[in-house]
């Protein structure tokens, strides 16, 4: 299944990093999931978004004037980012839980990708720039992940149908706090199964599009 993921049907992944701790929790996790799509060839782009400037959206609906470009009025790091998801078929949002939710400069990114790439809100309905697009969650948080992750796992099922984007499933493992180690056996396992699952349902959905 695995090799049809050659040449220019290359699955290309594009992974918003949404943890401030470089060598935390998340950052572990995602570091066995990177190896595996490394061992299928697979392309992606890393963006640390705590290390970008992503203004807050102002619901100025500037980007509704225009509905083939992102057409935001701030001209920071956001532009660059949706260039990188323009150019993906699949966004990982890696992200450790804060209050139930994402981190800040990810929230911040989505509010701005929800008007930029959603023509809807001018004064006509215009397109979704990114429809089709795969989403899924590599996360991590304190509670068990059905009480710690279910309400960002709710939020990004809502935002991806809102958006016509396709939301194709979630990892999230529980932290038990800084005085234990977080990353172990059984979690490196299904951080790379994780990863091989993406890739089949990846690779079906690609050719479900082109039959
Ligand atoms: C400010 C803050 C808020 C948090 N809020 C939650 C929460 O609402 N629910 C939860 O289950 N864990 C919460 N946690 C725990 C983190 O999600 C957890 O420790 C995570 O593994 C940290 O990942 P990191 O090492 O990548 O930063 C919070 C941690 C911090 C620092």
């Known amino acids: 299944m695995h090799d049809i993921l050659t040449g220019d049907d290359k699955m290309k992944c594009c992974i918003l990093m949404g943890s401030p701790r470089k060598n935390g929790n998340t950052a572990a996790l995602l570091k066995m999931f990177i190896e595996e799509l490394e061992l299928y060839q697979v392309e992606y782009d890393l963006i640390w978004l705590y290390d970008k400037q992503i203004e807050s959206c102002v619901a100025c609906r500037a980007c509704q004037k225009d509905w083939t470009i992102f057409g935001c009025r701030y001209h920071d790091d956001a532009q660059q980012i949706f260039d990188k998801i323009n150019a993906c078929d699949v966004i990982i949002l890696a992200t450790p839980i804060y209050s139930w939710y994402c981190t800040p400069p990810m929230k911040a990114l989505m509010d701005r990708l929800v008007y930029g ?57 529980r932290d038990l706090g800084y005085k234990s180690k977080f990353i172990t056996e059984d979690k490196i396992e299904r951080a790379k199964t994780f990863a091989k699952q993406l890739i089949d349902i990846c690779t079906i959905n690609e050719n479900i599009k082109a039959d």
């Open 117 to 173: 790439m959603n023509k809807y809100y001018g004064d006509e309905k215009g397109p979704s720039l990114w429809a089709g697009k795969q989403v899924a969650i590599i996360t991590t948080c304190g509670y068990k992940p059905e009480k710690g992750a279910d309400l960002f796992e709710e939020g990004i099922k809502r935002y991806c149908k809102h958006s016509q984007l396709k939301y194709i499933g979630i990892l999230a493992e």
